[in-house]
């Protein structure tokens, strides 16, 4: 179990400032202990150091839309669905399918209560207690909560907790550090432009693809997909935007099977390396890009995991020849749209110096 102070630098008045309201003690607390980092490598809770809160605030909205058009299918919580002060504001997700929200619901951030739900409000219970309370059950209690019943092995001994190791800057797998940086801004807006795309595309409304596999896919390589890819890909037919294919997990094509293709792209990085030229560091080295779509004239499209939080990954696109990448700052849907919508990929991307 960890132990320590956090050093992260917390400006409580920023963070809270941004979300527009203040916050609960407790949470102030744990976050003055903990750094940013995870439970059982999976449970997350929201830290002020992962920026001034407004990543916080898109990943609540994304989940309240979720919510929303899961109105018509699911007997989903009465509440308020507004994301920050009267609605709901996430302070913890575990593997990008389960959210732990406050009903910020009273001017009293002390009695605020905690939802906890999946991303399609299926199955979600209300907790009159805090949040540090409810994450103490989640690790430690013996009878599960609502959503996280196929969770138990967060609650198996020894209760770990990971603090991240942020690399802005990636490095290579022999310790080169490349010449790319994130400043950690925040990706212009729109980012959730999954249904956008739908819509365009005239796509099912129906998920064609399982939870089971995106929670395999999330256990084979211990990194969460941001949401709103997923929600565009599990709806999207045919797996293409313009000439750029899309990877899921378990796919019969292996043009857009996300294991072959990860796998593909990880052997040609080593036998680009292995022959004296510069390559790029993928997932999972440290400060990897991760791979969600190629292109058939061979540009890899990836995400920059410079944080903990996937819905703020900005888009990379590695050249053909593995030894360029241009980063900027869209998250992968809202590059798709834009590419949907005649834009050149070299053009919406540009150099980042």
């Known amino acids: 179990m960890y132990s320590g102070r956090s050093s992260n630098g917390i400006d409580w008045a920023r963070y809270e400032e941004t979300l527009g309201s203040s916050l609960p003690a407790d949470y102030k ?41 899961a109105a018509s299918r699911n007997d989903v919580p009465s509440i308020p669905l507004i994301a920050g002060p009267g609605g709901l504001i996430i302070w913890g997700y575990i593997e990008d399918s389960v959210y732990l929200c406050w009903l910020a619901t009273s001017d009293d951030p002390q009695t605020w209560r905690t939802l906890i739900t999946d991303r399609h409000a299926s199955n979600w219970v209300i907790v009159e207690k805090s949040m540090t309370d409810v994450l103490y059950d989640i690790l430690f209690g013996t009878e599960p909560l609502g959503p996280l019943e196929s969770h138990s092995y967060l609650r198996e001994s020894p209760i770990e ?71 565009l890909v599990s709806r999207l037919s045919p797996l293409s935007i313009r000439n750029i294919q899309l990877f899921v997990p378990s796919h019969s094509d292996p043009r857009h099977d996300w294991t072959t293709q990860l796998e593909k792209a990880v052997r040609d990085a080593a036998d680009r390396r292995r022959s004296g030229r510069h390559s790029w560091a993928l997932w999972p080295a440290a400060g990897g890009l991760f791979p969600w779509g190629i292109a058939t004239t061979g540009e890899l499209f990836c995400w920059l995991p410079y944080n903990s939080e996937p819905s703020v990954w900005p888009v990379a696109m590695v050249g053909y020849d593995g030894e360029t990448v241009r980063l900027h700052n869209l998250s992968a849907t809202a590059f798709l749209f834009e590419v949907l919508n005649g834009a050149d990929p070299f053009e919406v991307l540009r150099a980042w110096n």
């Open 29 to 69: 607390e744990f976050c003055s202990v903990f750094p940013p980092g995870s439970f059982q490598e999976w449970l997350t809770v929201a830290h002020p150091s992962d920026g001034d809160g407004s990543a916080d605030l898109d990943h609540t909205a994304m989940l309240v839309g979720m919510i929303r058009r």
């Open 161 to 231: 907790f990971e603090p991240f190791d942020y690399a802005v800057a990636p490095v290579s797998a022999d310790g080169e550090e490349m010449p790319v940086r994130y400043d950690g801004g925040p990706l212009r807006a729109p980012i959730d432009q999954a249904h956008a795309i739908l819509a365009t595309t005239g796509s099912t409304v129906a998920p064609v693809i399982d939870d089971a596999l995106w929670d395999r896919l999330v256990g084979t390589y211990g990194v969460r997909i941001p949401a709103d890819y997923r929600d």
